[in-house]
């Protein structure tokens, strides 16, 4: 699957723009650097979290058809189909007339839920694939509120354990003990609250 990030918080992968966060933290732009890797670090690990892409992206998918005309889209929510192409490797792709698919959910709703493609029956058959080219993801702009708080939490966390704080503080398992109290290993208990509807659906 080929794809391109578009769109993200000033021209870097984040879920929250490095303004907002400073803003937020009352920081200035000597910690731009740092600022904006642990707003990086932060993003892709909330994507690595939730096993899927949230920041808005071109994709582009190939999927075998079985004569099923719905053909399940690997990410959501989808903003915009591109293209629709009949596939072989060996023989030159063939567009097909967008008055003969659509989505499911219509795009651009914002749902977070699995979408798919709905083709009209006839139109593909074996040993044919669907190529599709589509915009799927959130914008930070309109992420919601609870993926833009997670990361304001992670990155914050992250800044922390860089600069040598204690951060995380909580019970559970999986971190490690330092002088008497517990430290989160990976991520905050409150941003994997806030990530848990987030996480992958499938059809």
Not at 43 to 65: D, G, M, P, V
Not at 93 to 106: A, G, M, N, R
Not at 186 to 192: F, H, I, N, Q, T
Request: hydrophobic residues 35%; aromatic residues 10%; neutral net charge.
């Amino acid at each position: 699957m080929e794809n391109q990030t578009m769109g993200t918080a000033g021209s870097f992968h984040s879920l929250i723009s490095l303004a907002d966060f400073k803003e937020i933290l009352g920081i200035d732009d000597r910690d731009d650097a740092l600022s904006r890797y642990c707003l990086v670090t932060a993003t892709y690990s909330i994507e690595q979290y939730c096993r899927r892409r949230l920041l808005i992206s071109k994709l582009t998918e190939i999927h075998e058809y079985s004569d099923d005309p719905f053909v399940p889209l690997k990410q959501y929510p989808v903003r915009k189909i591109l293209e629709a192409q009949k596939y072989r490797p060996w023989k030159p792709v063939e567009d097909i007339d967008p008055e003969l698919f659509h989505c499911i959910p219509q795009c651009g709703v914002g749902e977070d839920i699995p979408f798919c493609l709905e083709i009209r029956p006839g139109v593909v058959s074996s040993p044919f694939s669907v190529r599709v080219r589509y915009v799927a993801g959130y914008k930070p702009t309109d992420a919601p509120a609870d993926l833009a708080s997670a990361c304001l939490e992670l990155a914050v966390w992250n800044m922390a354990r860089f600069r040598g704080k204690k951060v995380g503080v909580a019970g559970g398992s999986g971190g490690q003990r330092m002088n008497g109290e517990f430290l989160e290993a990976k991520m905050p208990e409150r941003a994997k609250e806030l990530l848990e509807p987030y996480q992958r659906r499938i059809i």
